[in-house]
Nanobody
Framework: QVQVVESGGGLVQAGGSLTLSCVVSGTADTIDDMAWYRQAPGKQRDLVAAHRLGESPNYADSVKGRFTISRDDAGNTLSLQMNSLKTEDTAVYFC???????????????WGQGTRVTVSS
């Protein structure tokens, strides 16, 4: 079974930095898409940053210039370097991994349990 595990969350002061990590295990398939989402209490789960193989990363406007998404060479580990953190960044951060297969076309969508980031003022 594919597992997605996030880590690195914690408490940080505004203006500080944190690095989140997501490790996908249990599959030998290429992980085509990986992304970080976040969900604050009472809010929708929103895309923070996405990494698609062969393409430039995508960032939500709210984090552009502050966050950097990256993937390791093996393609199964996703990182999110978060700088200049704001209180608005407080949320549970979820890692999403998507595997596409052919014959027939199939999408496998996996989520982690999340890691909590709290930014204090």
């Amino acid at each position: 079974q594919v597992q997605v595990v996030e880590s690195g969350g914690g408490l940080v002061q505004a203006g500080g930095s944190l690095t989140l990590s997501c490790v996908v295990s249990g599959t030998a398939d290429t992980i085509d898409d990986m992304a970080w989402y976040r969900q604050a209490p009472g809010k929708q789960r929103d895309l923070v940053a996405a990494h698609r193989l062969g393409e430039s990363p995508n960032y939500a406007d709210s984090v552009k210039g502050r966050f950097t998404i990256s993937r390791d060479d093996a393609g199964n580990t996703l990182s999110l370097q978060m700088n200049s953190l704001k209180t608005e960044d407080t949320a549970v951060y979820f890692c999403n991994a998507i595997i596409w297969k052919n014959a027939p076309p199939r999408k496998y969508d996996y989520w982690g349990q999340g890691t909590r980031v709290t930014v204090s003022s």
